[in-house]
């Protein structure tokens, strides 16, 4: 059918620490796109399908050990790919997807200290054939970020309710993994106005994608 001369869709993540404000900028970059005639899926993980978002139920708010959680986030990014990524891709549609496997680099070892070397294997299994596009990092210091989260007064997660080392480690694990992937992960100076950020992350769409 027409669909298999179509190509492919590009891959585009978002990461950063809590209170970073990525996910108010993905409607912003899904119209971006959208205004130049394409589709685009937008996304989340953990969840993105009915059972990822039972497990994103349960990974924000369950206590558990560090390893089921790095595995539970892996689990439901299997079945992400399976029913939501992969195929938007092959219809020549856009995923923008609110984080990805880097996110595992940096909260699961990076915060929570587990060893890293397990994530490249389960990263092979996972989608050993698939990396983001472009992955736009949303970058601030994490007393900036935390302050941010306590003035929106809204019940928080186990992983904002961490404490400020926890998120300057992530923060630290994000900017090691963009130093080792320049061209793939762009880094946005997320302490600005709304305003400039939303030029940064569609100067830096139309730079790398469009
Ligand atoms: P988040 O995008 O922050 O959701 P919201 O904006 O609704 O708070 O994602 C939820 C949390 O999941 C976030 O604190 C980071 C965590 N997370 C991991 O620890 N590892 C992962 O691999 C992923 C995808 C997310």
Partial sequence: MSQTNKPRGKFVTFEGIDGAGKS????????????????????????????????????????????????????????????????????????????FSDATYAYQSGGRGLDSGKFEQLEQWVHGHLQPDLTLLFDLPSAVASRRIAAQARETDRFEQERAEFHERVRLAYLERAALAPRRIQVIDADQTPEIIKILVQEALIRHCL
């Fill in 24 to 99: 108010s900028h993905i409607a912003g970059a899904a119209a971006l796109v959208r205004g130049r005639g394409l589709n685009v899926v937008a996304t989340r993980e953990p969840g993105g399908t009915a059972l990822g978002e039972k497990l994103r139920e349960l990974l924000l708010h369950e206590a558990m050990h560090l390893e089921t959680e790095a595995l539970l986030m892996f689990a439901a990014r299997r079945e992400h790919l399976e029913r939501v990524i992969e195929p938007a891709l092959q219809r020549g549609e856009w995923v923008i997807c609110d984080r």
